[in-house]
């Protein structure tokens, strides 16, 4: 029988995330302050947070519309995260957004506080903002990180 995994303190997570913010936007890349995309400021985090990466992540296609059988990201965050209702979730989660009806999860955020978030986006780099309606309704996953 496995042990559950300890939680991470969100406000620790939180405040781990935010030491990313301005960092430039970069397709493929994690580093803090050089360049991430979504992904990558997960990834960043986590391993400030948590500690190193447990497998390597293969590259991956920018279509926000695509579609198949297999929710790529959510099952990759279920091998390492703990998983928790979207609308469960609070500061220091990880949530996926779904960007398109019928598409695959494929952009990645951090709730900062019950109604903002941050993310990296094309163009403007590590942003926090509202969780507007809009946001809100496009959250199909959302993940809880664990204790190092």
Same mark, same amino acid.
């Not at 029988?1 to 997570?13: I, S, Y």
């Given at each position: 029988? /496995?042990?559950?995994? +300890? $939680? +991470?303190?969100?406000?620790?997570v939180?405040?781990?995330?935010? +030491? !990313?913010?301005?960092t430039?936007?970069? *397709?493929q890349?994690?580093?803090?302050? &050089?360049g @991430?995309d @979504? $992904? ?5 985090? !986590?391993? #400030?947070v948590?500690g190193?990466e447990?497998?390597p992540i293969?590259h991956?296609s920018r *279509? !926000?519309g695509e579609?198949?059988?297999? #929710? &790529?990201?959510?099952?990759? %965050?279920?091998r390492m995260?703990i998983? &928790?209702?979207? %609308? +469960?979730a =609070?500061?220091?989660?990880l &949530?996926l957004?779904?960007?398109r009806p019928?598409a695959?999860?494929?952009?990645v =955020?951090?709730? /900062? =506080?019950?109604a /903002?978030?941050l993310?990296?986006y #094309?163009? $403007?780099?590590?942003? #926090?903002e509202a969780l /507007?309606?809009? !946001?809100?309704?496009?959250i199909?996953?959302a993940? $809880?990180f664990?204790?190092?």
């Amino acid at each position: 029988m /496995t042990q559950p995994l +300890a $939680l +991470a303190d969100p406000a620790h997570v939180v405040a781990i995330a935010r +030491a !990313w913010l301005g960092t430039p936007y970069h *397709d493929q890349a994690s580093l803090r302050g &050089v360049g @991430c995309d @979504c $992904l990558g400021l997960a990834r960043g985090v !986590w391993r #400030e947070v948590v500690g190193p990466e447990p497998f390597p992540i293969p590259h991956y296609s920018r *279509d !926000w519309g695509e579609t198949g059988p297999r #929710e &790529v990201l959510a099952d990759g %965050a279920r091998r390492m995260m703990i998983e &928790v209702e979207p %609308a +469960a979730a =609070g500061p220091g989660a990880l &949530v996926l957004f779904r960007m398109r009806p019928r598409a695959i999860a494929k952009h990645v =955020g951090i709730l /900062t =506080g019950p109604a /903002t978030f941050l993310h990296a986006y #094309e163009r $403007l780099g590590v942003i #926090e903002e509202a969780l /507007t309606q809009s !946001w809100r309704r496009r959250i199909a996953f959302a993940f $809880l990180f664990p204790q190092r």
